[in-house]
């Protein structure tokens, strides 16, 4: 994720390590996020470049003023991991 601006309040990055993407797939009403504290939070700051495993499991928080600029690129590996 490639982030424009910082000029807003809200929008942080959550993750959370400790969930398994494949048990949110098929139990996803298991997880209130909105219950759940994230084992990390990253606030934007325009011009930072943040990569991750697609399958990390994140949230987004919500943008409270102002408006929040990013471009999310996805890239895939082929081959042996």
Do not use: C
Request: proline share 5%.
């Amino acid at each position: 994720i490639f982030y424009w601006n910082y000029d807003f309040d809200g929008g942080e990055l959550n993750f959370y390590f400790d969930i398994d993407s494949k048990d949110l797939q098929n139990n996803p009403h298991l997880y209130d996020f909105n219950k759940i504290v994230p084992d990390y939070t990253y606030k934007p700051v325009a011009g930072d470049f943040v990569v991750f495993p697609s399958n990390t499991v994140h949230s987004i928080n919500t943008v409270n003023s102002g408006e929040r600029y990013s471009t999310q690129y996805f890239y895939l590996r082929y081959g042996e991991y």
